[in-house]
């Protein structure tokens, strides 16, 4: 009788925690909007209060509240997507002169960042060991 219980227990808790599993991988990717849904309530919340004198309902205010504090976004938005579309043409054309085939070890341990940033006997030693596995591998 109590091994039947203690059967049933864990088969219990081991379909609980498996469902807790599944649930937090399928909700994972809705988590970033629900959070980002929580700060908006919160931001809008203290302007809803200061709109309410001058609106009729409550919704009224929240909805204009809400106009105000993302319509700025949006804006923002739209400046981003028009600066990547201005400027795709010319990174566009600067991928198609790039000429990777002229690379070796030399050119790259003779770039200003990497001298810049890698002591000279480590650098050459990683470059060689990625232009090997580049071209070799």
Request: glycine letters at 4%; hydrophobic letters at 55%.
């Amino acid at each position: 009788m109590i091994s039947g219980l203690k059967n049933n227990i864990t088969s219990a808790i081991f379909v609980i925690i498996l469902l807790m599993v599944v649930s937090a991988i399928l909700l994972t990717p809705m988590l970033s909007m629900v959070v980002l849904g929580a700060i908006f309530a919160y931001a809008i919340r203290p302007l809803s209060r200061k709109l309410e004198p001058y609106t009729k309902f409550q919704s009224v205010a929240i909805f204009v509240g809400m106009i105000i504090v993302i319509f700025p976004l949006i804006v923002i938005l739209l400046i981003f997507i028009n600066t990547i579309i201005s400027a795709a043409p010319s990174l566009i054309i600067f991928v198609k002169n790039l000429n990777l085939s002229s690379i070796n070890s030399t050119t790259l341990q003779n770039y200003p960042l990497i001298q810049q940033n890698f002591p000279g006997s480590t650098s050459s030693q990683m470059i060689n060991s990625v232009v090997n596995i580049r071209w070799n591998g």
